[in-house]
């Protein structure tokens, strides 16, 4: 499977949210950081071009 190429742009949320979750985690190791990571796997979505109902299928199938 090919691994897109981010550019800068592309890069700055994912790092952005990354840290945010790294800072939520050292003040408190049991923060809940499902949304950011949420946040992230759609970054990751667009990044690799995935639809709406392809994402839903990969979220489904990780539920179980």
């Not at 742009?9 to 499902?34: F, S, W």
């Amino acid at each position: 499977m090919p691994i897109p190429k981010a550019d800068k742009d592309q890069q700055r949320p994912v790092v952005q949210l990354v840290d945010k979750i790294l800072a939520a985690k050292q003040h408190d190791a049991e923060a809940d950081t499902t949304a950011l990571e949420q946040e992230i796997d759609r970054h990751v979505y667009a990044l690799y071009g995935v639809t709406d109902d392809e994402i839903k299928l990969v979220e489904d199938r990780a539920q179980k």
